[in-house]
Structures are given as C-alpha cells and as structure tokens.
C-alpha cells in the first residue's frame, strides 16, 4: 500500500530535550516536506527536500532541521525543543514532475513540548 | 508572497444541500491548485489537484475550478451527506513552495 509513515504519532516531551520524527514513504518520491499545523496559521511548511542530499527551508524554519540520506526518508529533528513548538506536524511526499505536484500526507505527529 | 484565503470558515448545511467551497490566492503565477479534506486529529487526503492549464476536475460528487486570471478556486459538493462532515483545505504549488488556506470547517446535519 503507497503510504508516508511518521513516528512517533503522540509525543510529550519537555523543554531543551533533543527528538526526532521519522518520516517514511514507499512511492519513490522525489520531494518530501515538513509542515506544522497550528489553529488560527493553518499549515505552514517547515523544510521540503527535491531529493537526496537535497534540503531547502520553508517558511517557518528556525529550531528545526532535517536531513535527507536516504530516498524514501526524511526526518524531523528538533534540537532543543521550545514550548512553541508544540504544534501537530505533517511529512508529505510527492513526485517531482514539473505540474505534478500532488501530495500525500502522512497522518500527522502531535507534539506536545511542555 | 503567495496569500491563500478561504471562505467561510465555518459552513453549517443540511442534508442533501449543493454547496460550494471558495478559495481565492494573490499569485496567479501557479502551478497547480489542490483541494484536502482533512477529519479532526487525522492527516490531509488528497481531493482533487487542478493543474494549471485545466479549468476544472470533477470526482465523483465533487468538482473543482479553476480561475486563474482571478486568483479563485471552487470546490463545489453535490447531494452533502453527513460523511462529507471534514475541513476542507485549497493549496496553491509554485516551484516548491505550497501555500494553503486556513481551510472550511463543513457540517453536515442530518
């Protein structure tokens, strides 16, 4: 089954303690992104990557990073987490086709930073 | 910087109504415009993706336009039943940037 996977999908942490939220996606998709969804913002991209070793910023960047070793990953690190950023997160992937855009999302991380 | 706004909000409807959905965006230089229906705590799923030489795309109950020189979208509903109950979110793709819109809340009583 095509699908993105993110993990973990519940996570309360605590101020200053480093996490990662994996992302995974098996239809050999080129672009992957990171988004945050918050009420009253709507979504807001975080990072996208266009392939492998390949990483840009989004629109709300500062106390995040990614990385992108591998084609089908694309993990969400947070390394000093801030109360902030509590927030749910959503990885998507999509083919890199010039007008072929449509993306698939995974069903969301919420992040609880306390 | 590429502004997508939604209206309403909030959509209340009874059963069985025709109802259309609006998304307007500031930049029309696009490349494609996609509708998500997203149910509370749960990921986005993928309605319809108007690419931006086509006007509009139909799925089932549901079809959207696509008015470009106008910065405007509709996503309009046939027949609402009460599972057609979700937030309904318009993004707008330009190179790799997607913007969205805060989205529709949409209820559907019986």
């Known amino acids: 089954e095509a699908q993105v996977t993110q993990n973990p999908r519940y996570l309360i942490t605590v101020t200053g303690k480093k996490l990662t939220v994996t992302c995974s996606q098996n239809?050999?998709?080129?672009?992957m992104s990171w988004y945050r969804q918050d009420p009253g913002l709507g979504l807001r991209q975080i990072y996208y990557?266009?392939?492998?070793?390949?990483?840009d910023k989004g629109d709300v960047p500062e106390g995040y990073k990614v990385s992108r070793k591998e084609k089908r990953n694309f993990p969400l690190i947070l390394e000093s987490p801030s109360p902030n950023q509590t927030s749910l997160y959503f990885c998507?992937?999509?083919?890199?086709?010039?007008?072929?855009?449509?993306?698939?999302f995974g069903p969301g991380t919420r992040l609880t930073v306390t | 910087k590429q502004e997508v706004t939604q209206i309403p909000a909030a959509l209340s409807v009874p059963e069985g109504e025709n109802l259309v959905l609006n998304c307007s965006f500031t930049d029309s230089a696009i490349y494609n415009l996609q509708w998500f229906r997203q149910d509370p705590g749960k990921g986005l799923t993928s309605l319809l993706l108007i690419q931006s030489s086509q006007r509009e795309q139909t799925s089932g109950r549901l079809n959207a336009s696509l008015d470009k020189s106008s910065g405007r979208s509709t996503l309009y509903i046939a027949a609402s039943q009460p599972g057609d109950s979700a937030t309904y979110l318009c993004a707008v793709c330009k190179n790799n940037d997607m913007r969205f819109g805060a989205g529709t809340r949409l209820t559907v009583k019986p």
């Open positions: 990557s266009m392939n492998v070793e390949v990483t």
């Open positions: 239809m050999n998709h080129e672009y």
């Open positions: 998507a992937s999509s083919h890199r086709g010039l007008y072929s855009y449509e993306q698939y």
